[in-house]
Each structure stands twice: as C-alpha cells, then as structure tokens.
C-alpha cells in the first residue's frame, strides 16, 4: 500500500523551531510532487508547501513563507518541511501526499483533491 508516514511534530514553545519528515512507503517520493497540508478542527485542510518539480520547484502558503522549508532527500525517499519561528497560530495536524496529476503550478498545489497517498498526520503544537 502505497501512503506516507509523518513524523516530527510535538509540542514547541512560540519562537521555535521543528523538523517534520514525510517518509514514502511502498513508492518513490522523487517521482511526484509532494505537498505538505496542516488542518485545524472545524477548518479546511490548508497547503503550507509544495516541492512540486525534480527542478525542484516550491511553493508556499503566504503564512509559511519566510519561515519555513520544504526539502527532499531522495535517497532516503523522505520529504522534509522545516519550520522556523513558530507561532500559535502554527498549531495544527500536518499531512504530506502526493500530487496525482503530475506538477502543479502556482495556481493549484494548494487543492488538496488533487492528491493522493495521504499519511495519518503529526501534530504540532505551539503554546508556552
């Protein structure tokens, strides 16, 4: 079966910083765009980063960007999201997949129906 497995998250004071990987199991991440989403109870899921090409190409939600880091190592068949300057505001479930169709542009790696391989989240916690 085919899924991501996330890890990384816990709990980090505001001001902080966390590295949250996204592991492949069963295919190889490099061959597709990868996107990380977040979601907050009650909320939409939300795209925080995308590295969308073997370019590799990225994108960011306009909350992410400056802060943090989207990154691969396609040896380790993992994706990483690094996270600087954390707020409360910050706080959420974190989910990385795959994007079905290929490479999205900057109109539409955020749409999460687009994607596929969903892992089961890290949660990341941002309180003092």
Same mark, same amino acid.
């Given at each position: ?35 990380? +989403?977040? $979601?907050?109870? !009650?909320? *939409?899921? #939300?795209?925080? %980063? ?29 994706? +990483?999201? $690094?996270?600087? !300057?954390? *707020?409360? #505001?910050?706080? %959420? ?36």
């Amino acid at each position: 079966q085919r899924q991501f497995v996330e890890s990384g998250g816990g709990l980090v004071q505001p001001g902080g910083s966390l590295r949250l990987a996204c592991a492949a199991s069963g295919f190889t991440s490099a061959d597709w765009a990868v996107t990380w +989403f977040r $979601q907050v109870p !009650g909320k *939409e899921r #939300e795209g925080v %980063a995308c590295i969308c090409s073997s370019v590799p190409t990225t994108f960011y939600s306009d909350s992410a960007r400056g802060r943090f880091t989207i990154s691969r190592d396609n040896a380790e068949n993992v994706v +990483f999201l $690094q996270m600087n !300057g954390l *707020e409360p #505001e910050d706080t %959420a479930v974190y989910y990385c997949a795959a994007h079905k169709y290929g490479e999205p542009g900057r109109g539409s790696w955020f749409r999460d129906y687009e994607y596929d391989y969903w892992g089961q989240g890290t949660r990341v916690t941002v309180s003092s």
